[in-house]
C-alpha cells in the first residue's frame, strides 16, 4: 500500500486549500478498517499531528486546527481529504498522509500560505 498525497499549493492568509491523499493498493475491507490521517512539519521544526479519522468516521484535531480544517473519508476510493479554511502563515509546512495500514508517513505535499 502506497499513501499518495496531493493538493499543496501556494495561497494567501485566509484562503483555503484541499489536500487528498489515496491509499493505492489498499483492499478495500482492509482501507475501512483503518485509520487515516494527516500530519504536518514546517522547516526547522518536528513533524506534528494535524488530525485523524476513524474507521467508524471519529475525527480528532490538533487544537491549532479546530474549526478551521475539516478531516473526511471515502472509503470506496480509498482516499482522505483535509479541507484547510482560514489558512495562517504559520500553517505553513509539508503535509503528510498517515495510516494505520502501513504505520508509516506517504510522500508529502507542500502548503505555502502567504500573507
Known amino acids: 500500500v502506497q499513501l499518495q498525497a496531493c493538493g499543496g499549493g501556494s495561497v494567501q492568509v485566509g484562503g483555503s486549500l484541499r489536500l487528498s491523499c489515496t491509499a493505492s493498493g489498499a483492499i478495500l475491507s482492509v482501507f475501512n478498517s483503518n485509520t487515516m490521517g494527516w500530519y504536518r512539519q514546517a522547516p526547522g521544526k518536528e513533524r506534528e499531528f494535524v488530525a485523524d479519522i476513524t474507521d467508524s468516521g471519529v475525527t480528532n484535531y490538533a487544537d491549532f486546527v479546530k474549526g478551521r480544517f475539516t478531516i473526511s473519508r471515502d472509503n470506496d476510493k480509498r482516499r482522505v481529504y483535509l479541507q484547510m479554511n482560514g489558512l495562517k502563515p504559520e500553517d505553513a509546512a509539508v503535509y503528510y498522509c498517515?495510516?494505520?495500514?502501513?504505520?508509516?508517513w506517504g510522500q508529502g505535499t507542500l502548503v505555502t500560505v502567504s500573507s
Open positions: 498517515w495510516s494505520t495500514i502501513t504505520n508509516s
